[in-house]
């Protein structure tokens, strides 16, 4: 969440867009779907199955961030150095 900055981790086994979507399901079905879900423009966020996600929370808006410009991608960024720094630890 970018405005409280709670974070979420999931362990996957692969990046597999099924994987991805079912992690995201329960997910959402745990906190409530938010209203704006950020990619980084990966392969598993373009896949039909995650258009499935669209289906079922209508209101989910999925915004892509600029390929190859990890500053629209800032806060994530952030958390997932944060989250690295803490796995090393």
């Not at 209203?35 to 995650?50: A, E, M, P, T, Y």
């Not at 806060?75 to 944060?82: K, L, P, T, Y």
Request: net charge positive; glycine share 4%; hydrophobic share 35%.
């Amino acid at each position: 969440d970018h405005l409280s900055k709670f974070v979420t981790l999931r362990a996957l086994k692969t990046k597999t867009a099924a994987e991805v979507t079912y992690n995201l399901i329960d997910v959402f079905c745990s906190f409530r779907a938010p209203s704006i879900l950020q990619s980084d423009n990966g392969r598993k966020f373009v896949n039909r199955i995650i258009d499935e996600l669209k289906y079922m929370w209508p209101q989910l808006k999925i915004v892509h961030g600029k390929p190859r410009h990890s500053q629209s991608q800032g806060s994530v960024e952030r958390a997932n150095r944060d989250v690295q720094d803490i796995l090393r630890a």
